[in-house]
T-cell receptor, first 115, second 115 residues
Framework: NAGVMQNPRHLVRRRGQEARLRCSPM?????VYWYRQLPEEGLKFMVYLQKENIIDESGMPKERFSAEFPKEGPSILRIQQVVRGDSAAYFCASSPPDRGVYEQYFGPGTRLTVT | AQSVSQHNHHVILSEAASLELGCNYSYGGTVNLFWYVQYPGQHLQLLLK??????LVKGIKGFEAEFIKSKFSFNLRKPSVQWSDTAEYFCAVNARDNYGQNFVFGPGTRLSVLP
């Protein structure tokens, strides 16, 4: 059973470009969570999605950031018009239905560098 | 809102020394508690978790943690560290009544074990 997959592992974008980060949950997992890890900080929750639904986006910046988890395909975290402050590691986690409070399995992360 | 604090930013030990990493959380309700480890360049791995029952939980690689409800603490211990334990350690909390199901992470403690 493959773990949570994220790609790309490393992404370099110039200021003003768009970044798209992809996350494929573990097989059988229908819940996806995105976290951001800034340098020297712990992970901060961004958004929690189920298939075709955003359940909790209380951690998402109000502008430029969006997330989706379509019926088919991976979850996408999209950052428009990136700025240097968006440079961070972005981790995706997945869980089986209604098990998120007990278990979340993390992917390897995407390290975004904005130049 | 939940929050998690970790006492030490960076701990340096020699091999065979004993380890204790502090973790305190603030939340009045029932919580699930976790310790994750992040080896250099790798993703988060679950070390151990506590849901209920015996407050002393044993995890992988010889780690254990003790939940002390009255102190809102969940400290991580290992009797004898190895060089391969060099990593970043994160304490995390998830409230049982958290509809959003997101984990709240501490800022992390970097452990350096000297050979």
């Amino acid at each position: 059973n493959a773990g949570v997959m994220q790609n790309p592992r490393h992404l370099v974008r110039r200021r003003g470009q768009e970044a798209r980060l992809r996350c494929s949950p573990m097989k059988g997992h229908s819940h996806v969570y995105w976290y951001r890890q800034l340098p020297e900080e712990g992970l901060k929750f961004m958004v929690y999605l189920q298939k075709e639904n955003i359940i909790d986006e209380s951690g998402m910046p109000k502008e430029r950031f969006s997330a989706e988890f379509p019926k088919e395909g991976p979850s996408i975290l999209r950052i428009q018009q990136v700025v240097r402050g968006d440079s961070a590691a972005y981790f995706c986690a997945s869980s089986p239905p209604d098990r998120g409070v007990y278990e979340q399995y993390f992917g390897p992360g995407t390290r975004l560098t904005v130049t | 809102a939940q929050s998690v604090s970790q006492h030490n930013h960076h701990v340096i030990l020699s091999e065979a020394a004993s380890l204790e990493l502090g973790c305190n959380y603030s939340y009045g309700g029932t919580v699930n508690l976790f310790w994750y480890v992040q080896y250099p360049g790798q993703h988060l791995q679950l070390l151990l978790k506590y849901f209920s029952g015996d407050p002393l939980v044993k995890g992988i690689k010889g780690f254990e943690a003790e939940f002390i409800k009255s102190k809102f603490s969940f400290n991580l211990r290992k009797p004898s560290v190895q060089w391969s334990d060099t990593a970043e350690y994160f304490c995390a909390v998830n409230a049982r009544d958290n509809y959003g199901q997101n984990f709240v992470f501490g800022p992390g403690t970097r452990l350096s074990v000297l050979p």
